[in-house]
C-alpha cells in the first residue's frame, strides 16, 4: 500500500516512478464518447458506471510537437468590475464555447470564463460583495460554484441549480471569510469532471487589509499558477476520456503546455491551483531547494512551511513564496512533479523560471502569519467512508458510505452552530481520494497514518485521503442553513457517484 507519507517520502527522493504513480493514481476506462465538446450529450440518469464509460479516439495522446518550455507563461489579468457602486463589486461573465490555442498552430474548441481559456483573476475584498453575473452562451447546461467560498446555497452552484443554455445567474459572494486563493469551476450535475476539463474554470482570489499589512510579495510579484493535464489528439483537441487519468500526460499551466516563466532576482509569491480532475501533483523544484508555504486552502498558514515538496490534490490551494535571489542570473530552476500516473519525462515537468536581473525587494515572509481560531470541540461525530471501482473494473462507481449520489437525497442532517468531527476513510486499497465539503471550511484533527502535516493546519476545504487512509476534520456549522454537498473532488469519481449532501437545520 502506497500511503500519503510513503509517497512524500518517495517524492523527496525524487525516485516515484510512473509504475509507483499508476498504483497511487489508478486508471479505468472503455466505451463510448461524443467526441469534441460534449455539446448535447445528456441523457444521463443515474449514476452508473454504465452511463459514465467512454472509449478514447484513435489519435488521442498523440498531441503536436512542442519544445517544453518555449512556450512564455500566460499572465493572468486581473478582472474589471462592470460597477463598483453600492458597497458591491459586479462583474460580468460569459461561459462560452471558444477556441484556443493550446499547442501554437492548432486551434480548438473549449470553453471559457470570461470567454476565454485563459480568464481573468477576479480579485475581491475580505468582507465585501462580490457578484458574478454568469451567463450561459453555451449549449450545456452550466453551474458555478466558489470552491472554498462560504456562501447561500442558492449562490453555492450546486448540481441542482444548473443555468440553462441562454440563462443568466447572479452569483452573490459575501467574502465573508479570510484572505485566500478561491476557484470557481463549474459543479453541473454529472457533467462537472467534462466541463471543468474543456475549461470552465477561473481562479478568485480574496484578500484583507491584514494580509496586505503583512508585505508579501505583490503586484506583478504575486502570481496565480492554475495547474491541471489534459490529453491532446493530433490537431491538438482536448480528449476526454471518463477516469482515464493515465493519459492526461500534457501538464498545463495557466492553460499552456509547460511553459517558462522569465523572474528577477527576488521574491515571488506563487497562488497555485490544482485545477485538475484526477491529477495529484507533488511538486519541487529541480534542484530540491525548499519552497516556502504560507497559505493553503481557505487562509494563511500561521506560520510559514518550509519543504522541498509540496503535494496538492485536485481542488487544493499551495501559496508558496520563493526568492530568487539566491540563484545567479541565467539560471534555469524547473518546477517539477514527482509522481504519476502517465510518462515521467512528461509529468514529472511542470514549468520552467529563467532567472534574471537583480530587483529591488522589500517584501518579508513574516515568521507569524496569521491567528486561527482555536480547532473547535466537537458534539458530534459521523464516519463517512469513500471508495470507487479499481482500475480496469466495470462497471465504474463511487459512493460514499455504500450510496451512490442522489441528487433527491439528504444524506445527513446537521443542526446549525454545530462542531462535528468527522472521520473520513478512504476504503480503496490503490486509488487516492480526497475530500471536499462545501460550506463549512475543515480543521484537520489527525490522520491514521500519523500527525496532520504542518501545511495542513489552516482552513481547508480539500484533503488528501491515500489508499486505506483515515482522516479526522473537524467542521462547524455556524454560517447558513440549506443544502449543500460534499464529495471526492477528484471530479471523475464525484461525477461516478462519489458526492452526497447534507443539510445544515
Ligand atoms: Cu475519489
Known amino acids: 500500500m502506497i500511503n500519503r507519507r510513503s509517497a512524500i517520502r518517495l517524492a523527496g527522493a525524487g525516485t516515484l516512478s510512473a509504475v509507483a504513480g499508476q498504483q497511487l493514481v489508478a486508471r479505468a476506462g472503455t466505451a463510448e ?38 512556450l512564455p507563461l500566460p499572465l493572468l489579468r486581473t478582472a474589471k468590475p462592470v460597477t ?30 470570461f470567454g476565454s481559456w485563459v480568464p481573468p483573476v477576479i480579485r475581491a475584498r475580505s468582507g465585501r460583495r462580490t457578484v458574478v453575473i454568469q451567463r450561459n452562451e453555451t449549449k450545456v447546461p452550466v453551474s458555478v460554484h466558489l470552491h472554498g467560498g462560504v456562501n447561500r446555497d442558492v449562490f453555492d452552484g450546486q448540481m441542482s441549480r444548473p443555468v440553462t443554455p441562454g440563462g443568466v445567474f447572479s452569483y452573490v459572494y459575501e467574502n465573508d471569510q479570510p484572505a485566500a486563493a478561491l476557484w470557481l469551476h463549474d459543479h453541473t450535475h454529472h457533467t462537472d469532471a467534462e466541463n471543468v476539463y474543456r475549461g470552465m474554470s477561473s481562479p478568485y482570489v480574496v484578500t484583507s487589509p491584514e494580509e496586505d499589512a503583512l508585505g508579501l510579495p505583490s503586484g506583478e510579484f504575486e502570481v496565480p499558477l492554475v495547474l491541471r493535464d489534459g ?19 500534457t501538464v498545463l499551466v495557466n492553460g499552456t503546455p509547460w511553459p517558462r516563466m522569465d523572474v528577477k532576482r527576488r521574491k515571488y509569491r506563487f497562488r497555485v491551483i490544482n485545477s485538475s480532475a484526477m491529477r495529484f501533483f507533488v511538486l519541487g523544484l529541480s534542484d530540491g531547494t525548499p519552497m516556502t508555504q504560507i497559505g493553503s486552502d481557505a487562509s494563511l498558514l500561521e506560520a510559514p512551511v518550509t519543504a522541498p515538496v509540496v503535494v496538492v490534490s485536485p481542488g487544493e490551494r499551495a501559496d508558496l513564496v520563493i526568492d530568487f535571489s539566491q540563484w545567479a542570473p541565467g539560471t534555469e530552476v524547473d518546477v517539477v512533479n514527482y509522481i504519476g500516473p502517465g510518462p515521467m519525462e512528461d509529468v514529472g515537468q511542470v514549468m520552467r523560471f529563467r532567472v534574471g536581473a537583480d530587483a529591488p525587494d522589500d517584501s518579508v515572509v513574516p515568521e507569524r502569519l496569521t491567528t486561527l481560531p482555536p480547532v473547535p470541540a466537537a458534539t458530534v461525530k459521523r464516519a463517512f467512508t469513500l471508495e470507487s471501482s479499481e482500475p480496469g473494473v466495470t462497471p465504474m462507481f463511487g459512493s460514499i458510505n455504500g450510496r451512490s449520489f442522489d441528487m433527491g437525497r439528504v444524506d445527513t442532517t446537521v443542526r446549525f452552530g454545530t462542531t462535528e468531527e468527522w472521520t473520513v476513510t478512504n476504503a480503496n486499497p490503490t486509488v487516492p481520494h480526497n475530500f471536499h465539503c462545501h460550506l463549512a471550511h475543515m480543521r484537520v484533527v489527525d490522520r491514521s497514518t500519523g500527525p496532520a502535516a504542518p501545511n495542513e493546519l489552516g ?33 471523475d469519481h464525484g461525477a461516478m457517484g462519489m458526492m452526497a449532501q447534507l443539510k445544515v437545520v
Open 84 to 113: 463598483t457602486r453600492g458597497g458591491q463589486d459586479v462583474y460580468l461573465s460569459s461561459i462560452r464555447e471558444v477556441t484556443a490555442e493550446i499547442f501554437p498552430g492548432h486551434r480548438v474548441p473549449v470553453y471559457g470564463y
Open 459 to 491: 482552513l481547508k476545504d480539500t484533503v488528501q485521503i491515500f489508499p486505506g487512509e483515515s482522516i479526522r476534520v473537524r467542521l462547524t456549522f455556524d454560517r447558513y442553513r440549506g443544502v449543500y454537498p460534499y464529495h471526492c473532488h477528484m471530479l
Open 231 to 249: 490529453d491532446f489528439g493530433s490537431d491538438g483537441r482536448l480528449v476526454f476520456t471518463m477516469d482515464d487519468t493515465e493519459h492526461r500526460s
Open 33 to 70: 464518447l461524443p467526441q469534441g465538446l460534449a455539446l448535447g450529450r445528456g441523457g444521463h440518469g443515474a449514476h452508473t458506471g454504465a452511463a459514465m464509460s467512454t472509449v478514447r479516439p484513435d489519435d488521442a495522446g498523440t498531441r503536436p510537437d512542442l519544445e517544453k518550455f518555449t
